[in-house]
């Protein structure tokens, strides 16, 4: 069966918002459409899902981010997952496949994501993908006290 990946239209927000479940992060359809809201005002974003025969299965974003460090922009890929039932069929493949394109076009001299250590099944997929392993992440929250 083939994908189809297409932008994200504000119907999408339940389904997106029970695909983020099942990446960890438990969510209500209202947060989702308002966060679709501002994504679809940010050219720097494009949020994208994956049908299987007009089914939304999938969902992936890209963020380009401009730096005093290069000139052309860096391309970050988040949000990738795709529905538990459809896994191993070339839906993700088919996500990261088309944001990369779109960061090509866009003229980005490089395209990046961040992963949880735990998520091994994910690393094989990207380093499959062409990804490699070339950091680590440190992050800090911010919403506590300081
Ligand atoms: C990671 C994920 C997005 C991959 O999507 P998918 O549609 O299952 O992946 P594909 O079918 O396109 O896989 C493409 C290739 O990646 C590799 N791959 C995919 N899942 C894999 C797994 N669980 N273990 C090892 N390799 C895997 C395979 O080599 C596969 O090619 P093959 O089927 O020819 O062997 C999906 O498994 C998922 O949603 N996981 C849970 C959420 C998650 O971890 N997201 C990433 C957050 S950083």
Redesign the pocket.
């Known amino acids: 069966m083939a994908v189809t990946i297409r932008n994200a239209r504000p119907r999408d927000a339940g389904v997106l918002a029970q695909l983020l479940v099942?990446?960890g992060y438990p969510t209500s359809t209202e947060a989702v459409s308002a966060r679709m809201a501002r994504l679809a005002a940010s050219t720097a974003d494009r949020l994208v899902v994956a049908e299987l025969d007009n089914e939304v299965v999938?969902v992936a974003s890209l963020h380009l981010s401009l730096s005093v460090e290069h000139d052309e922009p860096a391309a970050k890929l988040s949000a990738?997952?795709?529905?538990?039932r459809?896994?191993?069929?070339?839906?993700?493949?088919?996500?990261v496949k088309a944001l990369e394109a779109e960061a090509r076009e866009r003229g980005c001299a490089l395209i990046f994501?961040?992963?949880?250590e735990r998520?091994?099944?994910?690393h094989?997929?990207?380093r499959?993908?062409g990804f490699q392993e070339t950091g680590r992440r440190f992050a800090k929250s911010l919403r506590g006290p300081s």
């Open positions: 099942q990446l999938g990738i997952v795709v529905d538990e459809h896994r191993g069929r070339g839906v993700g493949e088919a996500l994501l961040t992963t949880a998520r091994k099944d994910a094989a997929f990207y499959r993908l």
